[in-house]
T-cell receptor, first 114, second 111 residues
Framework: NAGVTQTPKFRILKIGQSMTLQCTQD?????MYWYRQDPGMGLKLIYY???????DKGEVPNGYNVSRSTTEDFPLRLELAAPSQTSVYFC?????????????FGNGTRLTVT | DAKTTQPPSMDCAEGRAANLPCNHS???????VYWYRQIHSQGPQYIIH???NNETNEMASLIITEDRKSSTLILPHATLRDTAVYYC????????????FGTGTSLTVIP
C-alpha cells in the first residue's frame, strides 16, 4: 500500500497565482484532512472530510477550498496565493473519526509564495 | 486537552533499546496517548497509541503508568533509521481534529 500520497513535493508560486495540491489515499479511509505546519509550530487544520461529498472547515480555512468527489481523493485549492500561505501542507486520512482512530499522513507539499 | 512534556533530546546506541518518556499529568480518563515521529522533510509517521493498557506493535511498545500520568515509548532495537523527532500527543473527545505536536524529543541513534 502506498498510504497517503501528495503531489507536488515542492512548489513556488507568485502572489495571486492559484494551484491545487493533490492528495490520494489507498486505504479506503473515510476521513481525510488537510493541515499546514509552519516552522516551529504544530499542525493547524484547514479542512476535513468525513466521506465523499462531505467537507467541513477546520481552524484556518480562509484562502483555501476543497472537494471530495471520491473516497480516495481530497484536493486542496489555493485561489489567490498570498505570502502568508507559505507553509508545509500535510494531507492525512483515518478510517473513522474520534480519538481512537490514528491519522496517517502524507510526506507533505512545501509551498513558497513570493 | 492534556498537555505533554518530553525531554528535548536523547541519544541511543544502535541495537540498544530506546526509551522515550512523556509526562501527561493532566490527562483525562477518555484521552488516548499517541506517539508519532517525524524524520526530516517527511510527514508525521504514526507509531502507536493506547488508552490504559500497554500496547505493542511491529514498530514499538507503549508503556502507560497505572495512574496514566506518564508513558514510555520503547523502540526495542534502535537503528540509524530511527533517528527522528518523536512526539507524544494526547487526543480525546474534545480534541476534535486538532493535532498539536509540541516540540517533541529529538532522538539520535549513534552507530
Amino acid at each position: 500500500n502506498a498510504g497517503v500520497t501528495q503531489t507536488p513535493k515542492f512548489r513556488i508560486l507568485k502572489i495571486g497565482q492559484s494551484m491545487t495540491l493533490q492528495c490520494t489515499q489507498d486505504m479506503n479511509h473515510n476521513y481525510m484532512y488537510w493541515y499546514r505546519q509552519d516552522p516551529g509550530m504544530g499542525l493547524k487544520l484547514i479542512y476535513y472530510s468525513v466521506g465523499a461529498g462531505i467537507t467541513d472547515k477546520g481552524e484556518v480555512p480562509n484562502g483555501y477550498n476543497v472537494s471530495r468527489s471520491t473516497t480516495e481523493d481530497f484536493p486542496l485549492r489555493l485561489e489567490l496565493a498570498a505570502p502568508s500561505q507559505t507553509s508545509v501542507y500535510f494531507c492525512a486520512s483515518s478510517r473513522q473519526g474520534g480519538s481512537n482512530s490514528p491519522l496517517h499522513f502524507g510526506n507533505g507539499t512545501r509551498l513558497t509564495v513570493t | 486537552d492534556a498537555k505533554t512534556t518530553q525531554p528535548p533530546s536523547m541519544d541511543c546506541a544502535e541495537g540498544r533499546a530506546a526509551n522515550l518518556p512523556c509526562n501527561h499529568s493532566t490527562i483525562s480518563g477518555n484521552e488516548y496517548v499517541y506517539w508519532y515521529r517525524q524524520i526530516h522533510s517527511q510527514g508525521p509517521q504514526y507509531i502507536i497509541h493506547g488508552l490504559k493498557n500497554n500496547e505493542t506493535n511491529e514498530m514499538a511498545s507503549l508503556i502507560i503508568t497505572e495512574d496514566r500520568k506518564s508513558s514510555t515509548l520503547i523502540l526495542p532495537h534502535a537503528t540509524l533509521r530511527d533517528t527522528a523527532v518523536y512526539y507524544c500527543i494526547v487526543r480525546g473527545p474534545n480534541t476534535g481534529n486538532q493535532f498539536y505536536f509540541g516540540t517533541g524529543t529529538s532522538l539520535t541513534v549513534i552507530p
